[in-house]
């Protein structure tokens, strides 16, 4: 879709270099935020937009029904290989239906900072019932870490305060994942 680079800059740095702007964005892609990236000029970043737009009315996951932790990795595949920590907050409705996912935070490579605002804004916007919580680990071992036990505590103690469940917190990576629920800890 990127077509060629610009002088200096390979499509495929283009690329890597739109990737985290998409993120951050989510399915609310903005054409001058875009425009940002070095080598976006309009008319791509208006091409992109508009790809991202029909992804989300003809891809997107809202209306999947989430029945275990094992349906929530194949909705953020494309986190997988990612270099960076990757907070996904799922909002769901009363049976457990996708309302929404988005990125609410982007961190580093050992570590991400997540906060129950960023977390549950969204889910009241939504007026979900229910959150997943979802992360990345860029090292390839589910295994969440002792600050993923204390956030997940944290969340879930926000969550309650809210009115919203905290269904689950689900650490993945390229070797599987880890829910939080099934371990018997949410």
Known sequence: MLGSGVRGQPVQQLARDVLPALDRAGTEVCIEALQEVSGMG???AMMLAAAVEFSRRRIRPEGVRIRSARDVPPLLEHLVDRRQEHVVAISLSGAHEVLRTRTVSIGLLASCPIHPREVFVGAIRD????VII???HPSGDPTPSEEDKRVTKQLDEAAKTLGIRLLD????????FYSFQEA???
């Open 42 to 44: 309009r008319a791509k």
């Open 184 to 186: 018997g800890l949410l």
């Open 169 to 176: 917190h689900i650490v993945f990576a390229r070797r599987g």
């Open 134 to 136: 979802a992360h990345n």
């Open 127 to 130: 007026a979900a019932y229910s």
